[in-house]
């Protein structure tokens, strides 16, 4: 056990952004939420996977929605508590621990925040090690387990509890709901036990983000190449160094989905082309596929290191763009009809990183 | 109390069919719904509003989704059941009552196919007395009785429980799931006490709709006018006879809407237009308004005294068109604003039939 306080926040919020591969959220809005509830309830203790009960009742919290509209539509700051209580008289039992659905820069820190007003602890891992788009794309649907009963709540009072027969209806009726509730709602869904987690979750990201987070502040106060640093805790490869010349973003859907066009700076020709839906899922250089979802493809602000998320991509920003391996359970025949590129409608096969 | 068995089932239907002004949904189809179950559970009891004990606990059936769907997707015949006890597990009490959201050819027969099945009674009246598209458009909103907890179950198995702050936001998120779910679902919704049924209910609806549907028929067998005695029966003026030259209709945003055309035939010159939501709402006769929602425009063969809902209405059928006044609470000011023209987005107000 160890605990997450107000000092964490700026490395951890940095790390889960890079995390998240461009999507769950913008690190500043999810560092506000969770600092706020940080400075009123006091630090939110973690525990690892390991140390939680058997027979615990584990909540995955999250927020929902396209990250174009969280940033300019601030969450009240209820909505996760709105809906863990309606999940739990659904369930007809409280919760006993938090955990995040997906890291990503807001969707790290709002379980905090919500770990922190509940005075519930968090477990230090996630359903996805990454971000996805769609509520379906957790390990618990490989594992066949429920992520209903869901329940989302709105920033004006609205509660909604979906129970469905299968993970994607789940996904397909929240996002109806969502899209009407003003595209930016807190769910509280997908219920494990304590002895579900070791096949449910991605082990101790919350860690792996403080890490990260830490290693690119550092590299950056030691004037040293803070891009480096996160590719080197990351394990990953570096796809490309350029400037964005082009952004094509729309939220469409209860998504925002879009092209960036990367080109090369300092007398380079390369082009780099990122598809994404709220995460970055397809990187084409020169025109050839060099990585794809379920990867993770991630951008840096090349000089700061810190995360670009796919709704502030602009023209002109310098970045880099690194690939990581994913969880090798998302590149299992399962994972990849869950989260690979043909499902998002790309024409092509997973291509493995060459790391 | 008195019992509704198989035999009362026809004029039930025919006459809600012509209260539903055109929505609510086919006849036939909601007429084999409630025959299934009553053959398999027996006949349904019926209470008067008066009968019903103070503390009852009331929940209103429905069916909700556009007419145009429900003629090729019939219901699994389990959805209302599976909504009533999604309803009764976030009530934490079981209804004692069951009672029509609205009169209409199908969502007069669902709650019989529910009463029967669930072994409940049935209250007889309904929350409309006529059909509306939208589900805040009942008389519990202006009493400000909410229609939440509102439970939603389709034919796959997957349900949904909205809890919002207004029934306006009711409406709007359950219709996104309900487009979602394939445009037909059932509801379980606006629970009231019995207490409260003499301002939230139209009394005696039911028995209206089988004294129509009995007037209609016994008309028919006497070789009289079958139009003729439903218009007595709904104390409703006889707008126009002719034939439907024109069609326009589509399902979007969960509804049917149009307009249709109707002209004199034996060689007459009128026109009359209608322009519906589900339910017809405006009938213009050559280009002059002459009945509007919230009264009741309901259109019959003219031949068979048959309702014509707006998903059947097709070129060529010879009708006629009588309109009839609604619950004296629609004319109020707070009954046309949540049901009056103006509403629907048509530039005029409400027009008091001349009766």
């Not at 461009?22 to 940080?38: C, F, H, M, T």
């Not at 996805?132 to 957790?138: K, L, N, Y």
């Not at 469905?164 to 996002?175: G, H, M, Q, Y």
């Amino acid at each position: 056990m160890r605990e997450i306080g107000i000092d964490q926040l700026d490395d951890m919020a940095r790390g889960a952004g890079i995390l998240g591969t461009g999507g769950g959220g913008d690190p500043y809005v999810g560092k506000l939420l969770a600092r706020e509830a940080i400075r009123r309830h006091g630090p939110v203790r973690v525990y690892d996977i390991d140390e939680v009960p058997a027979d615990a009742t584990v909540v995955a919290i999250s927020g929902m929605g396209a990250p174009t509209v969280l940033l300019e539509k601030l969450p009240a700051g209820t909505e996760e508590l709105t809906a863990l209580r309606a999940l739990e008289s659904v369930l007809g039992r409280p919760a006993t621990h938090l955990v995040p659905i997906e890291v990503g820069g807001v969707n790290s820190m709002i379980p905090i925040a919500a770990a922190a007003q509940a005075g519930l602890p968090l477990v230090d891992g996630d359903a996805m090690g990454r971000a996805f788009p769609e509520a379906q794309m957790v390990l618990p649907t490989l594992i066949d387990v429920s992520n209903t009963p869901m329940a989302l709540a709105d920033d004006k009072g609205n509660t909604l509890v979906v129970d469905t027969i299968s993970n994607v209806w789940a996904e397909r009726l929240a996002r109806a709901a969502c899209v009407q509730m003003g595209c930016q709602v807190s769910c509280a869904d997908t219920v494990m036990r304590g002895d579900q987690l070791r096949d449910g979750l991605v082990p101790a990201t919350l860690t792996l983000a403080e890490n990260l987070g830490r290693a690119v502040r550092e590299a950056r106060a030691a004037h040293a190449d803070p891009v480096a640093a996160a590719q080197s805790v990351l394990g990953g490869v570096r796809l490309f160094t350029g400037k964005i010349v082009d952004v094509e973003r729309r939220t469409t859907g209860g998504f925002a989905r879009g092209q960036a066009l990367l080109e090369s700076v300092q007398g380079g020709t390369g082009k780099l082309e990122l598809s994404f839906q709220n995460e970055h899922l397809l990187a084409r250089r020169d025109g050839e596929i060099v990585a794809t979802t379920p990867d993770l493809i991630c951008v840096l602000d090349t000089y700061s290191g810190e995360p670009v998320t796919t709704e502030a991509m602009r023209y002109g920003l310098r970045v880099t763009v690194v690939a990581a391996p994913c969880d090798p359970r998302w590149t299992t025949p399962g994972g990849l009809e869950l989260a690979g590129p043909r499902y998002f409608g790309y024409d092509c096969d997973y291509l493995p990183l060459a790391v």
